[in-house]
């Protein structure tokens, strides 16, 4: 192989970096994965002991698609679900801002359970989680781990685990966890995954027990399906439940004044509270951006072109808009259907 005499970037670190890991020469590095692995390394400029043995690309992967850097969801970005938020505030967020009161019989649990519907504001939850507890969040889909990762689900999460160490205090989502951690029945379950459930389970084993801080949310609206190394492992447990008529009433209120559109009256918010009984938060999202094309459709009906609109000479959005949308066929009330095998799983 060619060795180019001069090297790209990264001088000496670069080239410590990848001495340690793999024993990969540095020019095989991207420059992207250099500077990546750069950030991790510590004040000794040193890659942790935990990243040493892992791909680097996968590293790269975690550090630039899971790990979020700014969740940026508030605890007042999120409508309804007092009793989830005061519980997590005393279970997760003082822990995570005050590790040296939160110890011997205050100790936290490491594992927390959102179940519910699906679109209820869990990931919500995780997002402001971290972003109360100034906790670096990282997200991944349990069901992309199965699918988009074949064969490779276990070492990524290795690196997820690896990166989160080196990123402390982190807070670990991990959404549809019932498809990763689910009891089905192993004959029919693939040598792979059946690995990489073990990695997963011996990953929040060793954080559990160590002194990291490292919070881990599975999230899922099938908690029956878990299995029961997985709920010994969460042993916070919270339903989060549809929103409540003031929660939907709050977060069609929210949207519209975020863009300056709230016209409603108190009246015209009670009568679309009433038609959206068991609507999800995401569906009442969803159908606050579908009624807030009622305005725009109008003027187009009228033979208003769209490059000639202005948007002065919009009509004010009513509650005839939500009534319309209200009537398209749509998803709305998928949440319904998971309502009632979550609640008897919860009974149990
Ligand atoms: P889940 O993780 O429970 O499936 P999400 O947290 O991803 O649901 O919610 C999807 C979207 O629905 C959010 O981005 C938000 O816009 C809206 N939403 C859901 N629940 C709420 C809530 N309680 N308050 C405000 N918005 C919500």
């Known amino acids: 192989n ?41 004040p000794d400029g040193e890659l942790p002991e935990k990243l040493r043995n892992l791909e680097p690309r996968l590293i790269e992967h975690v550090s630039n698609e899971i790990m979020d850097k700014d969740p940026n969801v508030r605890w007042d970005d999120i409508a309804g679900l007092e009793h989830a938020k005061k519980c997590v505030m005393e279970m997760v967020i003082w822990p995570l801002l005050r590790p040296d009161i939160f110890r011997g019989c205050r100790s936290p649990g490491r594992g927390l359970l959102l179940f519910g519907p699906p679109g209820t504001g869990k990931t919500m939850i995780g ?15 349990a069901s992309s781990l199965t699918s988009k990762w074949i064969g490779e689900g276990e070492k990524l999460v290795r690196a997820l685990f690896g990166v989160a160490s080196c990123r402390q205090p982190a807070v670990i989502f991990v959404d549809e966890i019932d498809s990763l951690l689910s009891q089905r029945k192993s004959e029919g379950e693939h040598e792979s995954s059946r690995r990489l459930k073990t990695q997963f389970l011996i990953e929040m084993e060793g954080f559990d027990c160590g002194n990291d801080q490292i919070l881990l949310i599975g ?4 908690p029956q399906e878990l299995d029961e190394a997985a ?32 016209k409603l009256s108190e009246e015209d918010i009670i009568a679309i509270c009433k038609l959206t009984e068991g609507y999800s938060g995401s569906d009442m999202k ?56 979550v609640l008897q799983w919860a009974k149990c």
């Not at 447990?237 to 409540?244: E, G, T």
Request: aromatic share 6%; with cysteine; charged share 30%.
């Open 2 to 42: 060619f060795v180019p005499p001069i090297r790209s970037s990264g001088g000496n670190t670069g080239n410590m970096i990848s001495s340690r890991i793999s024993g990969k020469c540095d020019d095989a590095l991207e420059d992207s994965t250099r500077k990546c692995l750069e950030m991790l390394c510590g």
């Open 127 to 141: 997002k402001a989680i971290a972003g109360e507890a100034k906790a670096t969040f990282f997200y991944i889909s």
């Open 219 to 222: 999230a899922t609206n099938r």
């Open 231 to 262: 709920r010994r492992r969460l042993t916070k447990r919270l339903y989060i439940p549809l929103p409540s008529s003031e929660a939907r009433a709050w977060i069609v209120r929210n949207l519209l004044e975020k863009d300056g559109l709230f």
């Open 286 to 341: 969803n159908l606050v951006k579908d009624a807030s094309m009622g305005p725009l459709r109008e003027a187009l009906r009228q033979g208003i072109e769209i490059t000639k609109l202005r948007k002065e000479d919009m009509r004010a959005i009513t509650r005839q808009d939500f009534e319309y949308a209200l009537q398209e066929p749509s998803d709305y009330q998928h949440a319904l259907g998971t309502v009632t095998s």
